[in-house]
């Protein structure tokens, strides 16, 4: 029998979700960029939509449609997801950054097509890009942020490293060393973890994570008040 109901557990609140890669230009033809396909950013702000959430969805390049009722704000770069993100942080209650930022972006975009020289090394100079989260949760208008490790070993003492690091008010650690799960996959497992709870999540449809995801993030929200 399958049963359809709806907690509305996020019925008056506002949330910001980061999704996808970023994109990082060298050049008018060439970026960097990584393998982020953007759906468990998706599915968290269709599962907020459920909830009775007001979502905003702050997404690198990807090929996804827009959930119903989600206010898409399209980006390309780190940079420019930042400043999506300050804005309007003022009526935001629960932020998570689901994004794939690039860590680092080339120092300086050639107007022009780099062309092929003689040398076999080619060397790029790249600088590091700001942490969107952790800027995040610096701002005065802070609101519950939620962040995502995703690590190949050492998962939750590298996530409880990020949760104190960036002051997170939770962190979602995702092993993805195992194949067919987490990164460009439909299927995850995950640990949720805050300074006094760790409750893990087993092996799911990235749709059905979101929604118990949802309902977790819904209760420590409620809980933090
Ligand atoms: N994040 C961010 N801005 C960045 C880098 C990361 O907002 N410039 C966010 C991600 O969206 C994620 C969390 O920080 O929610 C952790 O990202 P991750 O790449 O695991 O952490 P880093 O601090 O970049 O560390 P590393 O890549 O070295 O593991
Ligand atoms: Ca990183």
Not at 52 to 64: C, D, E, Q, Y
Not at 94 to 106: E, G, K, L, M, S
Not at 202 to 217: F, G, H, N, V, Y
């Amino acid at each position: 029998v399958a049963t359809c109901f709806n907690t509305r557990s996020l019925e008056g609140l506002e949330i910001h979700i980061t999704a996808g890669p970023t994109r990082e230009p060298l050049d008018p033809v060439r970026y960097i960029s990584n393998h982020s396909s953007g759906k468990m950013g998706y599915a968290l702000a269709e599962a907020a939509i459920d909830a009775g959430a007001r979502v905003k969805l702050i997404s690198g390049p990807v090929n996804l449609a827009t959930p119903a009722h989600v206010e898409r704000v399209s980006v390309t770069t780190a940079q420019d997801m930042l400043h999506a993100s300050l804005e309007g942080l003022a009526s935001c209650d629960i932020f998570i950054a689901c994004a794939a930022v690039a860590d680092y972006r080339p120092t300086s975009i050639a107007e022009h097509k780099i062309k092929k020289g003689n040398e076999e090394i080619m060397e790029l100079h790249l600088v590091k890009n700001p942490d969107i989260v952790a800027t995040v949760a610096a701002s005065a208008d802070k609101p519950f942020t939620i962040g995502f490790a995703a690590e190949t070993r050492d998962v939750l003492s590298y996530a409880k490293d990020k949760l104190a690091r960036k002051k997170l008010d939770m962190i979602i650690a995702n092993d993805v060393s195992q194949t067919g799960i987490g990164f460009n996959s439909d299927e995850n497992a995950v640990t949720l973890v805050t300074t006094t709870t760790q409750i893990d999540i087993p092996q799911t449809s990235k749709r059905q994570l979101a929604k118990q995801l949802i309902e977790q993030i819904a209760l420590l929200y409620k809980q933090s008040k």
